[in-house]
């Protein structure tokens, strides 16, 4: 898991939105959703900023995953809902999946429309003997 992803649970655990904790470390707006969607990385200086403001994280906990997400004194004062966390944690892996399977889907049929836009006009041109109306596709004959 990424430190982006880190991040996400620590956000979910506080039930701030993505845009109140851009806000609260003076970040842009999509900055983090657009991060997180590519698992993009965290630069020093934007731990920095959540160091500041959120003091009872442990930043190692982000870095390495290692340890445990808020430092000892907040962690006794508050107890952590593993069942939530790691409920949130796997429905999180799943719908990437799901996202990413979809995207690949998508392509696929991209692809397939393009295909037969291409045959589409194939067609035209063997019945009207005029090029095909699109501008991507160029006709080229068979037998030279």
């Known amino acids: 898991m ?17 845009h109140a904790f851009e806000q609260k470390i003076n970040l842009s707006n999509g900055y983090f959703s657009k991060q997180l ?16 403001a959120y003091p009872e994280l442990d930043i190692l906990w982000i870095l390495t995953g290692e340890g ?4 000892e004194a907040v962690q006794q004062s508050q107890q952590i809902d593993d069942i939530i966390l790691q409920d949130f944690t796997n429905k999180y ?7 990413k399977k979809l995207e690949n889907d998508f392509e696929k049929l991209q692809t397939s429309l393009s295909d037969k836009e291409k ?3 194939l067609y035209e041109f063997m019945l009207n003997g005029n090029p095909p109306i699109t501008s991507s596709s160029v006709v080229k004959r068979m037998d030279t």
């Open 2 to 18: 990424k430190p982006i992803e880190r991040i996400a649970i620590f956000i979910y655990f506080k039930k701030i939105s993505p």
């Open 37 to 52: 969607k590519h698992l993009g990385s965290v630069g020093s200086d934007i731990l920095i900023k959540i160091y500041q």
């Open 68 to 71: 445990q997400m808020l430092k």
């Open 93 to 99: 892996i799943s719908e990437n999946k799901k996202l």
């Open 119 to 121: 045959i589409i006009g």
